[in-house]
């Protein structure tokens, strides 16, 4: 259409000025339509990889199972409408329920089933205790792209029943590049206003490159289409809080050709109500919905987030023939809930039944690390790949009551040796695939006595191992125009919410 104009021109002209400058103008106007085939010319994709459940880098269209990256495209604008983490799953990934977009991520699963998180390969939940606060662990500023893998899995440890969803930090692009970012936020009250500001810096020479991102975040009150507040999640909002974020990585490559890298990360976020609503219930026969009012909600702490972990990253792309990935790690994850004064929170000897007023704590820390070796052409046979591996964790977790100081969940240590095992094997456009993962794992759990709604009774403590093998196989074909067609088996393990 662009093209259109220049050939009436050239028409007109023609009409007018001699047969020389006729012949020049159409010489232009088939250059023109050169130009205008060469652009309609098929464009040939990049591929897609992930590396979540292979740690290192596998193409989509090998990888028989459901998958969905979301790419940073898709990242920036829903960030354009909104700070929640979870949105951005709930317009791109197929199967993924509806978000919440609360400080609670209760009622999201992907394909009815709940789903390991992990931010940057670690996970971002404990399998000892489930909060339902996974989902808020991170500024989503920091976010490159996210990877999903639906159905039931064990690449990647335990709690992936229900699926995989890996948040990826920002990788530095060449050169320096700072990034200010301030937005302001408001619907139709002036308690709906909100603010955020943040700055994003990345350097990369050479071998070496950094990424720093820091970043506050102040939220006002959410409204509906009908200009009433929508009240507050029972479990933890995200309306009415502020959040900050400190994020730090840093890499440098070295050995013959950089086919060796060293990387360091460091993320802090902290996200925390400000206590001035409390919420206000419906009435569903009369169809009022919850909403939220000013007031002082019970107790004196007001409920958080609060997640830090480190990891540190070795890649040799060149040992014994194949890439070795090893990554450490340590985590520590807080999660305050708000106060209530229901019967299971009460104790005559703490104050009269009915006026005792407690709120819950889960802490949990957790270190462990990660081991992957891959190999391509495995015995001088063409596309034939196998990978194998080893995955330590410990886990600690307990559950307290934060005004009162008493235990409510003990403390439970529980410990996880996992080695597995993964072939492939490219055969034309048919890839298969086959695995097993063993793990070995043992949970420990403190003696204690229950809070006077559960009798003050004695619990003694104890020690569970458990064995369990997970296998995997699938196959994938891959159909011209880009289509492809997969079958696959795979077990995922998850422990009950002991606590």
Known sequence: MKHRPVRYV??????????????????????????????????QLETITV??????????????????????????????????????????????????????????????????????GIPQTSPLREGNRSGTFTDMGVIGRIEVINGPSASEGIGASGGIINYI??????????????????QSGEDSEGWKLGVNFGHKQDRFDVLVSAAFLDRGMPYDGNGRRIGLRGSGTL??????????????????????????????????????????????????????????????????????QAVLSYINQDLGGGTLTLD?????????????????????????????????EIHSRKQGTRGSWTRQNLFAIDGLEMRAGLDVVQDESEQSLALTGRLWVPPM????????????????????????????????????????????????????????????????????ADWSVFASYGKGFSLPNIG
């Open 51 to 120: 590396t979540t459940g292979s740690r290192s880098a596998k193409a989509v269209d090998k990888i028989p199972g459901a998958v969905t990256v979301v790419s940073p495209a898709e990242v920036q604008h829903t960030l354009s409408l909104t700070e929640d983490a979870t949105a951005v799953l709930a317009r791109t990934v197929p199967g993924y329920s509806e978000s919440s977009q609360q400080m609670s991520n209760s009622g999201e699963t992907l394909r009815g089933r709940t789903a390991l998180r992990l931010f940057d």
């Open 328 to 360: 450490a790690y340590k985590a520590d994850q807080a999660m305050r809930y708000p106060a209530e004064n229901t019967t299971d929170k009460q104790d005559p000897l703490l104050a009269p039944l009915g006026t005792l007023v407690d709120q819950s």
């Open 413 to 480: 240590l529980y410990k996880s040796t996992a080695p597995y095992l993964q072939l492939s094997w490219d055969i034309g456009p048919v890839t298969l695939s086959g695995g097993v993962r063993r793990e070995d794992g043992e949970l420990s759990v403190d003696s204690y006595t229950t809070t006077w709604f559960r009798n003050r009774v004695f619990v003694e403590g104890g020690k569970l191992d458990y064995q369990a093998n997970l296998p995997n196989f699938g196959a994938i074909l891959r159909l011209p």
């Open 10 to 43: 050239a028409l007109l002209l023609a009409v007018a000025v001699s047969a020389h400058v006729q012949a020049q103008q159409n010489a232009e106007t088939a250059e023109t339509a050169d130009e205008t085939a060469r652009r309609l010319d098929t464009v």
């Open 239 to 308: 309306a009415d809080s502020e959040s900050n974020n400190l994020f730090l990585k840093g890499g440098i490559n070295f050995g013959e050709d950089g086919s060796q890298r060293l990387q360091a990360s460091l993320s802090r976020f902290k996200v925390e109500g400000k206590g001035n609503y409390v919420g206000v219930n419906g009435n569903r026969a009369l169809g009022i919905t919850n909403t939220a009012v000013r007031g002082r909600p019970l107790g004196g702490k007001t409920e958080f987030n609060d997640f830090e």
């Open 169 to 186: 930090s920002k990788t530095p692009e060449e050169g320096t590049h700072t990034q200010v970012v301030s937005r302001y936020m408001t």
